[in-house]
């Protein structure tokens, strides 16, 4: 009996010694983690703070926008501004000007088929865009003779393409003139600090250099603009394009339509 309890008294002893050491261990393990998720924790918040004390990108360009001063910024600013305008104006305009000349082509095909002339004229006349217009203008001169119906499509065409074009020339005169503003703010930075070193008479790196750091920065934005104006102006010559060709196009499928229509 003494045996057996002398066994069962070591058996709890050993039991009792593994758990508190498991538990130990299991106590140092989470305080580790703790310890890791904490210190992660830390170099989080210094990232982020670390990152609103810099500034993001539109922030920087704020700022240094800011000190390349009022006098030249201003109207490269006003270049941009107007540009834009101008580029916005124009793709709505043209977008709204596209049309499926495929599709109009087809109907008017069908109403100049089934309705005559005038059901061919309803059908241009509930379209927009000046293919349908340039359509309407052909079907008005065609009870006269398919020569005047080819006379009254081009010179229409050209008035369409006039429309097309209004005020593009605007935005390549501010595509030119803002790096050219930029420029002239650079030279004129560029001659205050040989102003200033004239007048001190050595030449000193810190002295020039906010004149120097101001003169670049008339050159950036200057470029900048022209970048940004110059991707619009792109799109908009590609977009007038496409649409002129349609309206060729169509003009040359209004006068086979006529001719078959006289036969």
């Not at 596209?98 to 002339?117: I, M, P, R």
């Not at 349908?132 to 369409?160: D, M, T």
Request: with cysteine; hydrophobic share 50%; aromatic share 8%.
């Amino acid at each position: 009996m003494k045996k057996l309890f002398s066994i069962l008294a070591v058996a709890g002893l050993f039991v009792l010694t593994t758990n508190t050491v498991n538990a130990k261990a299991a106590t140092a393990t989470v305080v580790s983690n703790f310890s890791t998720v904490a210190t992660t924790a830390v170099f989080v918040q210094d990232e982020v703070v670390e990152t609103e004390k810099s500034g993001g990108f539109t922030q920087v360009l704020k700022e240094q926008f800011i000190k390349g001063g009022a006098g030249f910024m201003s109207f490269v600013l006003i270049c941009l501004i107007l540009g834009l305008a101008v580029a916005i104006e124009r793709i709505i305009y043209l977008n709204l000007a596209s049309t499926n000349s495929s599709k109009l082509k087809q109907q008017v095909e069908d109403a100049l088929a089934s309705g005559g002339v005038e059901a061919a004229k309803e059908v241009c006349r509930n379209t927009k865009g000046p293919v349908a217009s340039i359509y309407y203008q052909g079907l008005e001169r065609a009870g006269e003779s398919v020569e005047a119906a080819e006379k009254a499509v081009v010179s229409y065409g050209g008035v369409q393409m006039g429309q097309l074009e209004k005020n593009v020339s605007w935005l390549s005169l501010f595509i030119a003139i803002a790096p050219m503003l930029g420029f002239m703010g650079t030279v004129i930075g560029m001659i205050q600090a040989f102003e200033k070193i004239s007048a001190v008479g050595n030449l000193s790196a810190s002295l020039i250099a906010g004149d120097i750091q101001v003169a670049l920065l008339t050159t950036v934005f200057g470029l900048i603009t022209a970048i940004i104006l110059q991707i619009f102006y792109n799109y908009i010559i590609a977009k007038i394009d496409s649409i002129v060709n349609d309206m060729e196009d169509s003009s040359i499928s209004l006068i086979d339509m006529l001719v078959d229509h006289k036969k």
